[in-house]
Nanobody, 123 residues
Framework: QVHLVESGGGSVQAGGSLSLSCVAS????????MGWYREAPGKQREMVAT???????????NISEPVTGRFTISNDDGKRTLVLHMSNLKPEDTAVYSC?????????????WGQGTQVTVSS
């Protein structure tokens, strides 16, 4: 199965930067999506940024509107490490950030999640 290990969370002052890392292992699907989601207190979980991959090649990068222009997402050539680089952080970015691996095969859907890492932005 897929295993996701996250790191890089912490506290930062507004306007600062922080990078989150997700190390993936056990991936077997040709077509899949990996990305970061976040859940803030009192709010539903939302997508932050994802990368769609087919045959080992990244075909699309998706960035949510609230973080567009401030966050970037990338991975290494082996698709083993997913990095979310966050800059110009705002207090509203405070949330638990979780790494996700998603794949679909016919009627079946596969989802794997990391444990989540806390990001706190102070004003």
């Amino acid at each position: 199965q897929v295993h996701l290990v996250e790191s890089g969370g912490g506290s930062v002052q507004a306007g600062g930067s922080l990078s989150l890392s997700c190390v993936a292992s056990g991936t077997t699907f040709v077509a899949y999506q990996m990305g970061w989601y976040r859940e803030a207190p009192g709010k539903q979980r939302e997508m932050v940024a994802t990368i769609d991959s087919v045959g080992g090649r990244n075909i699309a990068t998706n960035i949510s509107e609230p973080v567009t222009g401030r966050f970037t997402i990338s991975n290494d050539d082996g698709k083993r490490t997913l990095v979310l680089h966050m800059s110009n952080l705002k207090p509203e970015d405070t949330a638990v950030y979780s790494c996700n691996y998603h794949a679909r095969v016919g009627l079946y859907e596969y989802d794997y999640w990391g444990q989540g890492t806390q990001v706190t932005v102070s004003s």
